[in-house]
């Protein structure tokens, strides 16, 4: 089957399934894995070149409506009755209906449920050491500095704060994204401020911008700390979310958690493959 990806995640959740090889174009931000970057690019995931893609017959695109603004794309494949599914995750269960519903599309669904009970194997062992904890750190989530972005109630880093011996500060915001201000977000007291800007890689990322700001000095005497972190392992709704609990649950409370490290992704996902094979 000639498969097409349009957005990041999905290019993931195609990895998770052994399905690399059958892809035949991805958009210009899909990186992961690397076998990948041999792939034609269609343009980035908010402005794809319906043309290439067409030109390219596939039997199934893998479309996503994560990101505000991808209405266009749906709105295009509809209109030339190109075949294709549609992803919108919010949740990490979401994720795994998605992998089995990918699974039985692609005849790989025994695959798909390996995968699913390795998310939910490792969800309940992080929610087992969470449930133990005394204290919670609060967390702010950065999207997008400005205007302020950052994830509500109804988004997989509100869960993922939670089994990780944390809370999201926003959480009390019945929102997949909310868009706030500053000085809410001094006047909430955050512990910790995790960098992620969307489609901005970490090393362009200066926790200096956050230390200029008025009332960091309200934070700094309260002893929030600043760390940057990953997009791909915490802005993208694959299984891949998975190493990004395993990084903030290691960050926040590393006395409780394993410890991470960066190979632990790699060799997770060699395992995962010789099963899945």
Known sequence: MKLVSICPSNTELLHFLGATPDLIGIDDFSDWPSEVERLPRLGPDLSIDMNKLEALEPDLVLASLSVPGMEKNIEE???????????????????????????????????????????????????????????????YFEW???????????????????LAGGMNLFEDVELA???TTWEDVVDRKPDL??????????????????????GWDILNAHGTEI???????????????????????????????????????????????????
């Open 144 to 162: 997008w500095p400005k205007p302020v972005f950052t994830p509500g109630k109804i988004n997989w880093l509100t869960e993922i704060s939670r």
């Open 227 to 277: 760390v940057k972190l990953e997009e791909s392992l915490f802005c993208r709704p694959s299984p891949r979310l998975i190493f990004g609990l395993k990084r903030l649950a290691a960050l926040i409370h590393p006395e409780n958690y394993p410890a991470f490290i960066p190979e632990q992704e790699e060799n997770d996902m060699k395992e995962l493959q010789v099963i899945i094979r």
């Open 177 to 179: 994204s909310v868009q």
């Open 193 to 214: 401020i995790g960098m992620v800007w969307v489609g901005v890689k970490t090393d362009k990322m200066r926790p200096s911008h956050i230390k200029k700001r008025e």
């Open 77 to 139: 494949l509809n209109k030339r009755n190109i075949p294709h599914v549609i992803y919108d995750p919010q949740s990490l269960t979401d994720i795994q209906n998605d992998l089995l519903d990918l699974g039985k599309r692609l005849n790989r669904s025994n695959n798909a449920e390996h995968v699913v009970k390795w998310m939910k194997d490792e969800i309940n062992e992080y929610m087992r050491i969470s449930n133990s904890l005394n204290k919670r750190k609060k967390i």
